[in-house]
């Protein structure tokens, strides 16, 4: 359906932003200011205490200082609720009191389908719980009890029970007047070929509803009573309102639940789901009977940035974590990251809280570790690293994981995090294939600059960039204004400094914080800032925003280089591949025009440009003491 630009632009200015976010979150309204629409909340997409989501009315946006998620409403409803497009612009419709544009009528005539399927797919829930209350409920009733479900659980998920009927859930939905296509098209029913009489899909099951991010049911899943059956589990076929890839179990109530602090927490079915959710783990989802899929991974972190995998301890779940490692490493990065929680052997969620109660599932969350550890874990268990060529295997392995990384900084970590590992593991060797209780690479502690030079500028790491960050800041806080029009590359300076990371908050936010006051009368006193023409005497705003931008060209500039440099030695340390030698020359490419920009805008900072040049030098070409890095 195509959305006119000039409808849009009518939506965001009768809907405010705060008005969709509002009910999500809780305004702090010590910081708010409601009567100027600047409002300041605890971020709804990541657990925290303290408000650092900040929406803005006039602008239209909202952005999080914390996980860096930003947008207007119509992005918020699509990451918060979970809906599509065209979804989230009939909300706002519904706000402003707009009608929809016309759609289009081939459009018109699936959405009007779906809404019948929905309907049916409503209709056979009541049916399926009706049941279980009935005579022909009471063996599975005695099952769920037996699980420890009591009525209170059966109604909030809303279990149900298909009796092993030939044609129950057929003749109860054809008398309330749904017609048989639309039974085989929602996937309640099942059509023989050779044009025979329909029969019931699901027959002498437990049947769950899977509800979808809206709340809708749009399948179900059916355990049989039967210990015999052929399948122990069986979903619904996917149909126009199901894929079993795209959905998970629960996702509507774990989103709300995320959304107030909790953990996203992935298990394995259903059941597992139930069990810890009424023990007070209300963030927990489940995959639809498969391995997690890339939709469903990107549909968690939509839901939580660091959703927590929890497996069975057992050799399946061993082999379904690993499995996960090489779907979720190409996708990973700041904001979409993977913990793994393992049960002891032989249990699930149930039998664990069950036995043990609340507490003990605590302790496993608490012990959930990173992918890391489990790509390591991975590529070591069962190998012995006795030989030069073992050793270079292990390091083969691991480039190609981490290559997998699209993220120059995770990547980067990752390469860090697994030298540490390799160190343990190799640094003791002692004769051949023994190992002594691993330590750090003697090198690593060489390397390490002494006090006199970290008292210095050369010792200190990005000393150029430290610098030019100086002067963005300065000049931000000279022209008010400034730092807004250009907020979505300032944004991404994200000082090492505490006290410039408040001062950068305050020149976005129109705050003035006690920590950014020191931070900008430090950064005024330095007299190369002091003495700079456009600070000195300020009046031409212009001139001022081109500087500026040229000092951002140079930051972002020199972090290509150095992020490049840092990988280049991470490869050279035992992770090497053969595009070495084309990165080092596209790092001394960067590293050149980071040095000699085109633009001459720096002659304006101060009268003494060949002064300038050579402190920015002296900071720019800065090189690694031998055998140092």
């Not at 343990?424 to 600059?449: H, I, K, M, S």
């Not at 010792?459 to 960039?465: E, N």
Request: with cysteine.
């Amino acid at each position: 359906m195509s959305i006119s630009p000039a409808f849009m632009e009518e939506l965001r200015n009768r809907v405010p932003v705060s008005r969709i976010v509002g009910r999500k979150v809780t305004w702090d309204l010590r910081r708010s200011n409601q009567a100027k629409g600047d409002w300041w909340a605890p971020c709804p997409f990541h657990g925290e205490k303290t408000a650092s989501f900040h929406v803005d009315d006039q602008k239209g946006f909202y952005y999080c200082f914390g996980c860096h998620a930003k947008g207007d409403a119509l992005t918020f409803l699509r990451e918060s609720d979970g809906l599509d497009f065209i979804e989230a612009v009939k909300v706002l419709a519904a706000e402003a009191g707009l009608p929809m544009p016309d759609r289009d009528p081939a459009e018109a005539k699936r959405a009007d389908r779906r809404s019948i399927l929905v309907e049916a797919m409503e209709a056979a829930t009541r049916h399926f719980r009706m049941q279980l209350s009935a005579g022909s409920g009471t063996q599975a009733r005695d099952y769920l009890t037996g699980r420890g479900l009591q009525q209170a659980g059966i109604d909030r998920f809303e279990l149900g029970f298909a009796p092993d009927m030939r044609q129950g859930l057929f003749s109860a939905l054809r008398d309330k007047g749904i017609p048989p296509d639309v039974m085989d098209e929602a996937g309640l029913i099942i059509v023989p070929d050779d044009g025979g009489t329909p029969y019931d899909r699901f027959r002498g099951r437990i049947m769950f509803p899977i509800r979808d991010a809206r709340g809708r049911v749009i399948a179900f899943g059916g355990r049989a009573m039967d210990p015999n059956a052929r399948a122990k589990y069986l979903n619904s076929p996917e149909t126009m309102l199901f894929d079993k890839g795209q959905n998970l179990y629960n996702v509507a109530s774990a989103r709300s639940a995320v959304g107030k602090g909790a953990p996203l927490i992935v298990a394995e079915g259903y059941m597992d789901v139930i069990a810890l959710s009424l023990a007070g783990f209300d963030g927990a989802v489940a995959p639809l009977g498969t391995a997690i899929t890339e939709d469903q991974l990107r549909l968690m972190w939509r839901i939580s940035p660091e959703p927590v995998i929890m497996l069975d301890g057992d050799a399946a779940g061993q082999r379904a974590a690993r499995r996960l490692i090489d779907l979720a490493l190409p996708l990973t990065g700041p904001g979409q990251a993977l913990r793994f929680a393992l049960l002891p052997a032989g249990q699930d969620p149930d039998d664990l809280i069950r036995s043990h109660g609340a507490g003990a599932m605590q302790k496993v969350l608490d012990a959930a570790r990173p992918l890391v550890d489990l790509l390591w874990e991975r590529e070591i268990e069962g190998r012995e690293f006795d030989s030069p060529e073992r050793r270079a295997a292990l390091d083969s392995n691991l480039r190609k994981a981490i290559a997998l990384i699209p993220d120059e900084a995770t990547r980067r970590h990752y390469a860090d995090a697994l030298k540490e590992r390799r160190y343990e593991l190799f640094g003791g060797r002692r004769g051949a294939g023994r190992l002594t209780p691993g330590r750090r690479d003697r090198r690593a502690v060489d390397a390490a600059p002494r006090a006199q030079t970290r008292a210095t500028p050369l010792g200190q790491q990005d000393s150029g960039d430290l610098m030019l960050e100086a002067m963005v800041l300065a000049l931000c806080a000279t022209y008010p204004g400034l730092a807004l029009r250009m907020e979505s590359r300032i944004e991404l300076l994200e000082p090492a400094d505490p006290d410039r990371c408040a001062l950068c908050h305050d020149l976005l936010a129109g705050t003035q914080s006690a920590a950014g006051k020191a931070a900008l009368q430090r950064v005024m006193q330095d007299p190369y800032i002091r003495t700079a023409p456009l600070i000195r005497q300020p009046g031409d705003p212009d001139k001022a925003e081109a500087v500026l931008s040229n000092m951002l060209d140079r930051i972002e500039a020199r972090r290509i280089s150095q992020a490049e440099l840092a990988r280049a030695e991470a490869e050279i340390q035992g992770l090497v591949d053969e595009g070495l030698t084309w990165r080092m020359g596209e790092s001394a490419r960067a590293r050149h025009l980071a040095e000699h920009p085109e633009l001459n805008d720096t002659s304006d900072l101060n009268e003494d440009r060949a002064a300038l040049s050579a402190r920015l030098a002296s900071y720019y070409d800065m090189k690694p003491r031998r055998g140092g890095r």
